[in-house]
């Protein structure tokens, strides 16, 4: 029952973060400063890296919440250690020098996976602001 909670945690943690990134890279498109061509690029770059870096502590600090707990526990509790955790979950780089234990293993496959869907879809909405930058040159 307790595996069905997390799976929850892990869907409720996800949602957040999408709704997040959308409201970010939407409130990013209509934004003025885009338009300018290299600065431009590189506030949306900054800002979504903000926006990474704010999804990855959403799920750091549910780690530090409930590491401890029925949920199980990472490896290193600490705060840092659950930013850290969250930080190489989110981007998959699985080095391993951090683990979880039970159920909280079912929150980190779903935040590997959720990293992977918001980082490439800001790869995609990069892509695409720059191929309208590059055809709007003469």
């Known amino acids: 029952m307790i595996e069905v909670l997390a ?6 943690l ?11 890279m939407r409130r990013l498109y209509r934004s003025p400063r885009l338009d ?4 431009g690029v590189l506030f949306f770059v900054v800002a979504m890296l903000v926006v990474h870096v704010a999804e990855i502590w959403i799920f750091g600090m549910a780690y530090y919440l409930m590491s ?3 949920f ?3 490896s290193d509790p600490s705060f840092s250690g659950c930013i850290y955790f969250s930080a190489s979950a989110y981007t998959t ?3 391993g020098d951090e683990f979880p234990s039970g159920p909280l293993r079912a929150i980190t496959g779903t935040e590997g996976l959720a990293g992977l869907v918001l980082i490439a879809w800001t790869a995609s909405f990069t892509f695409l602001h720059m191929q309208r930058v590059w055809e709007e040159r003469p």
């Open 7 to 12: 799976y929850g945690i892990a869907a409720g």
């Open 14 to 24: 996800t949602a957040t973060c999408v709704v997040i990134h959308y409201a970010a």
């Open 36 to 39: 300018s061509r290299p600065v």
């Open 68 to 70: 401890g707990t029925l």
């Open 72 to 74: 199980g526990a990472v």
């Open 93 to 95: 780089l699985g080095l």
